[in-house]
């Protein structure tokens, strides 16, 4: 009797060693596993040298890993008032956040209204994520970034979604952006405003003149802020508040409803 062809086909593909892409882990003691894995994700992609010398020095990030561990410390409530959100999330009141927002607007005004003529996002929009995000440059992190990328990339809840940020923040190790050793948020997030890796690779740019989109010079960080907001549609001169288009565009900044909305609460407070 003929060999049924097909099913051979079949056994053969199943019996065949194949390289696969890294796959998720659950337990600390896979992360080295996980990162041989991804280095061949990343060769794949066009990660170097310098990059991929980044991901083997990487470790895991203990915080990252604590806080992917626990889902329930990061759903919180939903705060129907943004006022209360913004003092829960800045450990101080709504009107403290506004005022310090208001006065670093003040204090840089001049390049508010460039940005706002060029990428036709509110200054009000941009100081307040500012402040959200690194309390306007006060405090920009101290997990290094390619070791929380890398972690939050393995963790099974984030991964894939994540595991390009990870590869990003070796390309960006390549391009002489950042180094293996600099140092960030939790989950690999970068600078001034906290750009995770791949979106820094899609929106930085560099708005100093100096041939550099650098994440952790703020005038850059605030201009490819702006960048990426009107790239996912912001209108310029139009509403921001809750149900306008604008308001949706913040979605893409973070897909919380409670920071959104404490973004458009403090920029319409802002601008008074």
């Known amino acids: 009797m003929r060999p049924n062809v097909s099913l051979i086909a079949i056994l053969a593909i199943l019996i065949a060693p194949s390289v696969q ?130 972690t939050l990339a393995s963790y099974c809840r984030r991964h894939p979604r994540f595991e390009s940020h990870a590869i990003a923040a070796m390309q960006l190790v390549d391009r002489g952006v950042i180094t293996a050793n600099t140092r960030g948020g939790p989950s690999g997030e970068l600078g001034h405003m906290q750009f995770l890796a791949g979106n820094w690779s899609r929106f930085g740019i560099d708005a100093t003149g100096d041939g550099r989109a650098d994440p952790y010079n703020a005038v850059d960080a605030l201009a490819s802020a702006a960048n990426m907001l009107r790239a996912n549609g912001w209108q310029a001169g139009q509403p921001f508040g809750q149900g306008t288009q604008n308001f949706n565009v913040l979605s893409a900044w973070n897909d919380s409803g409670n920071y959104q909305r404490a973004i458009a609460y403090s920029a319409q407070q802002i601008d008074g």
Request: glycine share 10%.
């Open 21 to 150: 892409a890294a796959g998720c882990i659950t337990d600390k003691g896979s992360f080295n596993a996980y990162k041989q894995a991804l280095a061949q994700d990343a060769a794949n992609a066009g990660v170097s040298q310098r990059g991929i010398q980044a991901l083997s020095a990487a470790a895991l990030s203990d915080i990252t890993w604590r806080f992917e561990s626990r889902p329930s410390s990061q759903t919180g409530v939903s705060y129907g008032d943004p006022a209360e959100f913004l003092a829960k999330r800045t450990q101080s009141t709504a009107s403290a956040f506004v005022n310090q927002a208001r006065r670093k607007m003040n204090q840089n005004q001049n390049v508010f209204d460039a940005l706002e003529r060029q990428f036709g996002v509110p200054g009000s929009i941009l100081v307040t994520i500012w402040g959200l995000e690194t309390s306007w440059g006060g405090y920009l992190g101290n997990s290094p970034v390619v070791g929380s990328a890398v």
